[in-house]
């Protein structure tokens, strides 16, 4: 069935719900269940959760038994237990939350949590783990840490730890939420620590023994947030006063933030200040060190970074080893430990012994389709082969494909211009399926083009891999064709392409990046200039002039770069200010560096694009596909003799 946006009663209802214009809504879905629309669950969907704070539970339970089984009836259930919750309705929310198939929403999960507590039973550990891991300052979880409080349940070190945590990740509501249950005047303090760190340390702060504890807790966060700001300042009021007023696990604690955000500023003190935190720590003995996840990793990545850019191998070692069970186990972190172990084995007694253990660290990961996975197998020497491709798609496995409802909605919904609604309706659909059914979900899309759902489907096979879907080559010989004209790394260019949009020549990025290539229009604007191209802003999603202008703003980055394509592929993603000021310090090997790109979307991306590329390197002209040699020569100061970059690249 083709379905037309200008025309169709549930693309109205979405519109309809947008705007909150409730009449309209209500006809478009009566316009929509009356013609028996395949989508009608979905206006529906959107008429009652319009409304869901008017609601009762007997028109959900409705809805429920109209679209069983469907996507839509579970999304509302999600909807539907945060209402419950809001409205304090336990009976009903207990009843209802072993329904909920996705339980992927740590609100609900907060909310069931306290049911249970409700119930009498024992939550205090599932608790502690879920409101320690909120993101925001939600209602649910907020009510389940209050309940917990007053049965004495949290203690005030749980409170103060959600509040340092909050403080860390700069989420500040959620700080002053966590204060509250202290004091409202706890709460206050910490709004105006946040406003004016350096001021409030200055003039309010206080942590003598005769203080107390929350004293000592306040000022350690006045420094955290101070830290996020100015590192060597916090650093500086650290060694005046602070260090010696502050209990010792606050003290590291402190020192700790300093040394996180100056690594994330890429400031060489950044390794001392984590050894001189660890240093503090250990004068406490009846505490366990219990710094987040993410300081630790800061830790590591300043460590590969220090002495020169040789690396402080134990100092890798331990924050790994400091690291959660579930974070030591990212191959990430799995790789620098084992090249940590070759390092340290050198210089050990138990060489052998150490080395044995990094190589086995190394074939834990080796041969992933990932960047560390490839790296892990060219450190044991061995080739990274691709995987053979599994046995072809029988046309029963294809029909049953093609005859599952959910994946013909969410390429309806797509089709209607419904894209978030049609990825979610399609990824739901997709739990549960056997690495066949993944890759004949995967056919369907790649053969509507699809590439995004196609791509994102077929990763997602655990034991069978079908590289032909994973890392298709739409606008092949346009791609070929433009980068031998420009002379370009073709796999590069298509490595890149599928990091940015999954070869979706339609998509427009939140912050205003379209086409092929996500360009901005700025960027597309002097690209044109550039090579005299006639071009109007509509042109931007017109694959082959996107194709035409992207790549020619990627030759200017990789020339601005000297030709690496790890710094070309940051610049790419975060402008090319920011490398430029990232490729200052001490030259160090470029897994290193992009190890330490500062923000973690610009990280992730640049490791997939290189791994992207070694493996378009495979699939296009049949290379073996090596990734240590595309990451080029060490990454540091531009040569002073090299030709200054342009000015006003974009």
Same mark, same amino acid.
């Given at each position: ?7 169709? /009663? ?13 009449? $309209? ?42 679209? #069983? ?7 509302? #259930?999600?909807?539907?237990?945060? &209402? ?48 320690? +891991?909120? $993101? ?33 990740? +700069? ?6 939420? !966590?204060?509250?249950?202290?004091? *409202? ?7 105006? =620590? ?22 000592? &807790?306040?000022?350690? =966060? ?15 009021? *650290? ?6 007023? =502050? ?31 660890? *240093? ?41 080893? !400091? ?59 061995? /080739?990274?082969?691709? /995987? ?17 409802? +959910? ?24 739990? %549960? ?36 879907? @994973?890392?298709?080559?739409?606008? #092949? ?24 949009? @999954? ?44 194709? #035409?202008?992207?790549? +020619? ?8 770069? &000297? ?20 490729? &200052? ?41 090596? =990734?240590?040699?595309?990451? %080029? ?18």
């Amino acid at each position: 069935m083709i379905l037309h946006a200008q025309t169709d /009663p549930v693309a109205d209802a979405r519109e309809a719900f947008r705007k909150k214009d409730r009449n $309209r809504l209500a006809a478009d879905r009566a316009a929509a269940i009356a013609s028996q629309h395949p989508l009608a669950m979905w206006a529906d969907y959107w008429e009652l959760s319009n409304r869901i704070n008017e609601a009762a539970q007997t028109e959900v339970d409705a809805f429920y038994a109209r679209w #069983r089984n469907t996507y839509v009836e579970d999304r509302l #259930r999600n909807d539907w237990l945060l &209402e419950l919750g809001h409205r304090r309705d336990w009976e009903h929310f207990a009843t209802d939350f072993p329904r909920f198939r996705m339980n992927d929403d740590r609100e609900v999960t907060c909310y069931a949590l306290l049911t249970n507590h409700l119930a009498g039973k024992d939550v205090a550990d599932a608790s502690r783990a879920a409101w320690l +891991g909120q $993101r925001d300052a939600d209602e649910g979880c907020a009510l389940l840490a209050a309940t917990l409080v007053d049965a004495k349940v949290f203690d005030s070190d749980d409170v103060w730890r959600k509040t340092r945590l909050s403080i860390e990740a +700069g989420r500040l509501r959620a700080a002053r939420q !966590a204060a509250a249950l202290i004091s *409202l005047s706890t709460a206050s303090m910490v709004q105006d =620590l946040s406003d004016s760190p350096a001021k409030f340390i200055t003039r309010k702060a206080s942590a003598s023994a005769a203080d107390g504890r929350a004293n000592a &807790e306040i000022a350690t =966060l006045a420094l955290m947030r101070m830290a996020s700001s100015d590192p060597d300042a916090a650093a500086g009021a *650290l060694v005046d006063r602070w260090e010696r007023s =502050l209990p010792p696990d606050l003290a590291s604690w402190a020192w700790a933030s300093v040394a996180k955000q100056a690594a994330m500023k890429l400031l060489p003190a950044a390794a001392d200040h984590y050894q001189h935190a660890a *240093l503090i720590f250990a004068k406490d003995k009846n505490r366990e060190l219990d710094w987040p996840d993410d300081t630790m990793a800061w830790k590591a990545r300043a460590a590969l970074r220090a002495n020169n850019g040789k690396g402080r191998w134990q100092q890798v070692m331990q924050a790994i080893d !400091a690291m959660s069970p579930d974070e030591q186990r990212d191959a990430t972190w799995v790789y620098w430990k084992a090249r940590g172990l070759q390092a340290l084995s050198r210089d050990s007694q138990n060489s052998e012994s150490m080395r044995e253990q990094s190589r086995q660290m190394f074939a834990s990961i080796a041969g992933q389709l990932s960047f560390y996975g490839a790296l892990a197998s060219e450190a044991l020497n061995q /080739p990274f082969a691709l /995987p053979q491709r599994p046995a072809p798609l029988t046309s029963a496995e294809r029909a049953e494909a093609a005859a599952t409802p +959910g994946l013909a909605r969410g390429l309806q919904l797509v089709s209607l211009g419904l894209r978030d609604e049609g990825r979610r309706e399609w990824n739901y659909t997709l739990r %549960g399926m056997s690495d066949r059914q993944l890759l004949a979900a995967a056919q369907i899309a790649c053969d509507a083009q699809d590439w995004q759902l196609c791509i994102n489907t077929s990763e997602r096979t655990k034991a069978e891999i079908d590289i032909a879907q @994973r890392y298709p080559t739409p606008y #092949r010989d346009e791609i070929v064709a433009r980068s031998k004209e420009l002379d370009l790394d073709a796999p590069f260019v298509m490595g890149l392409i599928r990091q940015e949009t @999954r070869f979706m020549a339609t998509l427009r990025s939140y912050v205003g990046a379209s086409g092929l290539m996500q360009l901005m229009p700025a960027t597309a604007k002097w690209t044109a200039k550039k090579y005299g191209v006639a071009y109007s802003p509509d042109m931007i999603t017109d694959p082959s002039t996107n194709l #035409r202008l992207g790549t +020619g703003y990627l030759r200017h980055v990789l020339d601005a770069f &000297e030709g690496s394509q790890a710094m070309a592929a940051a610049a790419y993603n975060a402008g090319p200010g920011r490398p430029r000021r990232w490729r &200052e310090g001490p030259f160090i090997e470029t897994s290193a560096w992009a190890e330490n790109i500062p923000f973690p979307e610009t990280r992730d991306y640049v490791k997939k694009v290189l791994s992207n590329a070694s493996i378009y390197a495979a699939v296009l002209n049949g290379e073996e596909p090596v =990734l240590r040699t595309r990451l %080029g020569r060490s990454i540091g100061p531009r040569d002073a003799n090299a030709p200054a970059p342009e000015k006003d690249l974009p």
